[in-house]
């Protein structure tokens, strides 16, 4: 006769909120309403235990792990979970083992990965021919693009399902259910708190249902003291040291990145000043974000408006001077001249088809009259032979003088843009380039 856990009652009060909150049901879940909608395929074959072998890629907090228990619940199968921070390729193999056998006797089991792109190559092959003969429902949870950082054996194998941050609304609404519900909840500690205050930890959960029903759950505890009250005063000490989501190096970084410099590129100050704020927020290097922008100067508005490389360096020298968070004005003042500047990538474009020539058109020799003749010998071999100096020319430019190799032929690699100080750039060159072809008589 097996002996009754006394403590099995108090353990489970003991569980945090977010952990006694988690759904028993799908109709339960908030967020994810593509991927959850009453007739949705997906939802249709969970529902009636329908399941496969599936990658969940989403940010924290978006519900990977409450729906890979769910699955188990509807496949009615085993529920087994592993994660590829804690767990080695002898535990897997034993996990697989034990899984292999209940599939022998006619049990399902869902094994759910959590963090799998964790797994490198040899673990992750592991998983494959469990998953081929069906002995397994492989279901792994990642906060990285599958893309990079799943192979592609595994990748075939399974769908990959995107998951959301959770909507503010929908936040509040699994707040309000911790709030009344007297199984699970907190409705035995008569907690009262305003809708606008219920915002504020919804607002600051960013994205992530298990952080704010945290938060409340903390702001519940403090306000024992305030007769159960949750006030501005409450919300301050638990909200003050708030973050948020931003994974440095990973995708939400680049995705913040690109959407900067794209924002800077549209001419859209506004918006690419605010990019800028949320990767500060964020904690992101200001060095990188400086070489961006410097980056960004060149590329994107290079020569219709030179100013903004000259801002760029002077915006850095600034910040190492001044230091966060004083020093940020000055990346603040730099974005937006960037992108109200005028824009040409006619510099970057020329540089890459001459680059191009380079690597693909074979060593060509300097022709004789661009050489430099220190030497007699050279002078006698015709070196700076027919050279036109120039300045010596009627307007200051020997017009029939060419300058490529002459198996080349005279080739055109900029092309000015009628923008900003381009324009300028564009009407003197097209001028000279008309008058050079007819100097050569072409």
Same mark, same amino acid.
């Given at each position: 006769?097996?002996?009754?856990?006394?403590?099995?009652? !108090?353990?489970?009060?003991?569980?945090?909120?977010?952990?006694?909150?988690?759904?028993?049901?799908?109709?339960?879940? %908030?967020?994810?309403?593509?991927?959850?909608?009453?007739?949705?395929?997906?939802?249709?074959?969970?529902?009636?235990?329908?399941?496969?072998?599936?990658?969940?890629?989403?940010?924290?907090?978006?519900?990977?792990?409450?729906?890979?228990?769910?699955?188990?619940?509807? !496949?009615? !199968?085993?529920?087994?979970?592993?994660?590829?921070?804690?767990?080695?390729?002898?535990?897997?193999?034993? %996990?697989?083992?034990?899984?292999?056998?209940?599939?022998?006797?006619?049990?399902?089991?869902?094994?759910?990965?959590?963090? *799998?792109?964790?797994?490198?190559?040899?673990?992750?092959?592991?998983?494959?021919?469990?998953?081929?003969?069906?002995?397994?429902?492989?279901?792994?949870?990642?906060?990285?693009?599958?893309?990079?950082?799943?192979?592609?054996?595994?990748?075939?194998?399974?769908?990959?399902? %995107?998951?959301?941050?959770?909507? @503010?609304?929908?936040?509040?609404?699994?707040?309000?259910?911790?709030?009344?519900?007297?199984?699970?909840?907190?409705?035995? /500690?008569?907690?009262? *708190?305003?809708?606008?205050?219920?915002?504020?930890?919804?607002?600051?959960?960013?994205?992530?249902?298990?952080?704010?029903?945290?938060?409340?759950?903390?702001?519940?505890?403090?306000?024992?003291?305030?007769?159960?009250?949750?006030?501005?005063?409450?919300?301050?000490?638990?909200?003050?040291?708030?973050?948020?989501?931003?994974?440095?190096?990973?995708?939400?970084?680049?995705?913040?990145?690109?959407?900067?410099?794209?924002?800077?590129?549209?001419?859209?100050?506004?918006?690419?000043?605010?990019?800028?704020?949320?990767?500060?927020?964020?904690?992101?290097?200001?060095?990188?974000?400086?070489?961006?922008?410097?980056?960004?100067?060149?590329?994107? @508005?290079?020569?219709?408006?030179?100013?903004?490389?000259? /801002?760029?360096?002077?915006?850095?020298?600034?910040?190492?001077?001044?230091?966060?968070?004083?020093?940020?004005?000055?990346?603040?003042?730099?974005?937006?001249?960037?992108?109200?500047?005028?824009?040409?990538?006619?510099?970057?474009?020329?540089?890459? !088809?001459?680059?191009?020539?380079?690597?693909?058109?074979?060593?060509?020799?300097?022709?004789?009259?661009?050489?430099?003749?220190?030497?007699?010998?050279?002078?006698?071999?015709?070196?700076?032979?027919?050279?036109?100096?120039?300045?010596?020319?009627?307007?200051?430019?020997?017009?029939?003088?060419?300058?490529?190799?002459?198996?080349?032929?005279?080739?055109?690699?900029?092309?000015? %843009?009628?923008?900003? /100080?381009?324009?300028?750039?564009?009407?003197?060159?097209?001028?000279?380039?008309?008058?050079?072809?007819?100097?050569?008589?072409?």
């Amino acid at each position: 006769m097996r002996t009754p856990n006394l403590f099995a009652a !108090a353990s489970a009060e003991l569980r945090p909120l977010a952990e006694r909150m988690r759904p028993r049901v799908l109709a339960e879940m %908030v967020g994810q309403t593509r991927l959850l909608a009453a007739d949705s395929a997906f939802r249709r074959a969970v529902e009636s235990g329908r399941v496969h072998s599936m990658i969940l890629w989403g940010p924290p907090g978006c519900g990977k792990t409450t729906l890979a228990l769910l699955l188990a619940h509807y !496949a009615e !199968a085993r529920f087994e979970a592993i994660s590829a921070v804690l767990s080695g390729l002898p535990e897997v193999r034993r %996990v697989l083992a034990e899984a292999q056998a209940r599939f022998e006797a006619g049990e399902r089991t869902v094994l759910f990965v959590d963090e *799998v792109h964790r797994f490198n190559k040899a673990q992750q092959d592991a998983f494959l021919p469990h998953i081929e003969r069906g002995s397994i429902v492989f279901v792994g949870a990642t906060t990285e693009n599958p893309s990079f950082e799943l192979n592609s054996a595994l990748l075939s194998r399974c769908r990959v399902h %995107v998951l959301e941050p959770v909507a @503010i609304v929908h936040i509040e609404d699994a707040l309000r259910r911790a709030l009344s519900d007297g199984e699970r909840g907190l409705a035995g /500690m008569a907690i009262s *708190v305003a809708p606008d205050l219920l915002s504020q930890i919804a607002q600051a959960a960013d994205g992530d249902v298990r952080r704010a029903l945290t938060l409340l759950e903390i702001a519940a505890e403090l306000a024992q003291d305030d007769a159960g009250r949750i006030t501005e005063a409450t919300l301050l000490q638990v909200l003050a040291d708030r973050t948020r989501r931003f994974d440095k190096g990973g995708e939400q970084f680049y995705d913040q990145i690109s959407a900067l410099h794209k924002c800077v590129r549209s001419s859209n100050p506004d918006a690419a000043l605010y990019w800028l704020c949320r990767m500060l927020d964020g904690g992101c290097d200001p060095s990188y974000l400086m070489r961006r922008l410097l980056r960004m100067s060149i590329e994107d @508005i290079g020569l219709a408006d030179p100013r903004a490389q000259q /801002m760029a360096l002077a915006a850095w020298d600034t910040f190492e001077r001044l230091g966060s968070p004083e020093g940020e004005l000055a990346l603040a003042q730099l974005t937006l001249f960037m992108a109200s500047a005028a824009k040409s990538n006619a510099g970057y474009v020329a540089y890459k !088809a001459a680059q191009a020539d380079v690597r693909t058109l074979g060593t060509d020799e300097v022709p004789l009259h661009l050489r430099n003749a220190p030497t007699q010998l050279m002078k006698s071999l015709g070196y700076g032979a027919d050279y036109q100096y120039d300045h010596d020319m009627d307007g200051g430019v020997a017009l029939d003088q060419r300058g490529f190799p002459d198996a080349l032929g005279e080739r055109v690699y900029y092309q000015p %843009v009628s923008r900003g /100080m381009e324009l300028q750039i564009k009407q003197k060159l097209d001028a000279l380039r008309a008058e050079r072809a007819k100097a050569r008589g072409e």
